[in-house]
Nanobody
């Protein structure tokens, strides 16, 4: 079982910055992928950014150049630095991890989400 604890959401004015954190704990062999998704009201959940175990990253086109994903493997933590925030970034942000369990299976876990609200 893996637990994810997200933090860092809140209310910010357009142009401002926020940093999200997601710490994973539990019993597993490794974390292969750490990612952030978001879901705005009435919209489908979408990938914002992900980082692989080799530190390769991918970003949604809408956040390229503004958001940066990073991970601290020693702390099993992923971060999302969000700069130049826009009202359209308003959403619930979810952390997701893909892990290798001690039974050697691949498993996926989601956090509960943290609200990010950007005012104009």
């Amino acid at each position: 079982q893996v637990q994810l604890v997200e933090s860092g959401g809140g209310l910010v004015q357009a142009g401002g910055s926020l940093r999200l954190s997601c710490a994973a704990s539990g019993s597993f062999v490794s974390i292969n992928v750490m990612a952030w998704y978001r879901q705005a009201p009435g919209q489908e959940r979408e990938l914002v950014a992900r980082i692989l175990s080799d530190s390769n990253t991918n970003y949604a086109d809408s956040v390229k150049g503004r958001f940066t994903i990073s991970r601290d493997s020693a702390k099993n933590t992923v971060y999302l630095q969000m700069n130049s925030l826009k009202p359209e970034d308003t959403a619930v942000y979810y952390c997701k991890v893909n892990i290798r369990s001690r039974a050697w299976s691949l498993q996926e876990y989601w956090g509960r989400g943290t609200q990010v609200t950007v005012s104009s």
